[in-house]
């Protein structure tokens, strides 16, 4: 488990693309910092996020179906 201090503006998918190199594990990042920041969507900047030991892989890559 690691920490990120936010900036301004951002959002939890693009904290995810930053820290795991994944924006669709946002879920996961935002389910372990639930109590500090539930209902937050853009940060305001200098808030602390847990970032949990997850990552990236294939499986979030969606084709289309007619590929």
């Avoid at 924006?23 to 109590?35: E, K, P």
């Amino acid at each position: 488990m690691t920490y990120h201090t936010t900036v301004l503006g951002e959002t939890w998918d693009s904290i995810a693309y930053k820290t795991v190199g994944d924006g669709f594990l946002c879920d996961q990042i935002c389910a372990a910092n639930s109590r500090e920041h539930e209902g937050v969507v853009m940060f305001e900047g200098g808030e602390k996020v847990i970032i949990p030991d997850i990552a990236a892989t294939q499986s979030t890559i969606i084709k289309a179906p007619w590929s």
